[in-house]
C-alpha cells in the first residue's frame, strides 16, 4: 500500500494561491492519487482526482509530474473559509487508502 | 437527496455497554465504510462493504461488528464497549462499477461522536 508523506502544517493569506505538495514514493501502476478537505467537526469532503498530468475543476487544480511519485495540490485565491485539514490519498480502490494526519492549512486575514 | 446519514450524533457510553450506530444514505451507492476518527489523526477504516449481504474487515475492525442487508443501511455495532472506542465514528458510501475505474468519491456523513466512561 503506498504511503504518503505530506507537510504537517501551512500558513497563507487570504487571496494568495496555496500549493500542498504530497510526495508517494512508492505508488502503484493503477493507484490514482486523491485530495481530501476536512472542516473540524465535519467528514472529509472530495476535493479532486488524478492519475497523471494536471486536472482542474472549480476547486482546484492537480498537478502530477510524469514520474507520479509526489502531486501538488493547488488553491487559487485562497479565502479564510479554506482553513481546514487537506489529506493526499493514493490506491486504487477506497478501501485501501491510508489516511495519514494531512496538513493543517490555516489562512489568514 | 439526503447523502449519508448517521444517527445518533452523540452518545455517552459507560464500560460494557453496547450499542449501534446507524448509517442510511439515499445515493443508490454500491460501497459503504465505517471509519474511526482520534483527535488529530486521519481516519482509520474499521469496516467496509461492497454490496448487501458483503462485508469485510479494515484496518481496526476488533470490537466492532457491521451487518448489510439492504444497499441503503450499514449499521456499526460496538459490543462491550470500551474506552478505547471513544472516538468520532464517519459512515461513507462511494459508487464504482468495478476495476480499472476507483471506487469513486467517498461522500461522509456528519459523524457520531461516542464516548466511553
Known amino acids: 500500500l503506498a504511503k504518503t508523506t505530506q507537510p504537517i502544517s501551512m500558513d497563507s493569506y487570504e487571496g494568495q494561491e496555496v500549493n500542498i505538495t504530497c510526495s508517494h514514493n512508492?505508488?502503484?501502476?493503477?493507484?490514482?492519487i486523491t485530495w481530501y478537505q476536512q472542516f473540524p467537526s465535519q467528514g472529509p469532503r472530495f476535493i479532486i482526482q488524478?492519475?497523471?498530468?494536471?486536472v482542474t475543476n472549480e476547486v482546484a487544480s492537480l498537478f502530477i509530474p510524469a514520474d507520479r511519485k509526489s502531486s501538488t495540490l493547488s488553491l487559487p485565491r485562497v479565502s479564510l473559509s479554506d482553513t481546514a485539514v487537506y489529506y493526499c490519498?493514493?490506491?486504487?480502490?477506497?478501501?485501501?487508502?491510508?489516511w495519514g494526519a494531512g496538513t493543517k492549512l490555516i489562512i489568514k486575514p | 437527496n439526503a447523502g449519508v446519514t448517521q444517527t445518533p450524533k452523540f452518545r455517552i457510553l459507560k464500560i460494557g455497554q453496547s450499542m449501534t450506530l446507524q448509517c442510511a444514505q439515499d445515493?443508490?451507492?454500491?460501497?459503504m465504510y465505517w471509519y474511526r476518527q482520534d483527535p488529530g489523526m486521519g481516519l482509520k477504516l474499521i469496516y467496509y462493504?461492497?454490496?448487501?449481504?458483503?462485508?469485510d474487515k479494515g484496518e481496526v475492525p476488533n470490537g466492532y461488528n457491521v451487518s448489510r442487508s439492504t444497499t441503503e443501511d450499514f449499521p456499526l455495532r460496538l459490543e462491550l464497549a470500551a474506552p478505547s472506542q471513544t472516538s468520532v465514528y464517519f459512515c461513507?458510501?462511494?459508487?464504482?462499477?468495478?476495476?480499472?475505474?476507483?471506487?469513486?468519491?467517498?461522500?461522509f456523513g456528519e459523524g457520531s461522536r461516542l464516548t466511553v466512561l
Open positions: 461513507a458510501s462511494s459508487y464504482a462499477n468495478g476495476p480499472p475505474t476507483p471506487t469513486g468519491e467517498l461522500f
Open positions: 445515493m443508490n451507492h454500491n460501497y
Open positions: 462493504s461492497v454490496g448487501a449481504g458483503i462485508t
Open positions: 512508492n505508488i502503484a501502476t493503477n493507484d490514482y
Open positions: 488524478g492519475y497523471k498530468t494536471k
Open positions: 490519498l493514493v490506491g486504487d480502490s477506497n478501501y485501501q487508502l491510508i
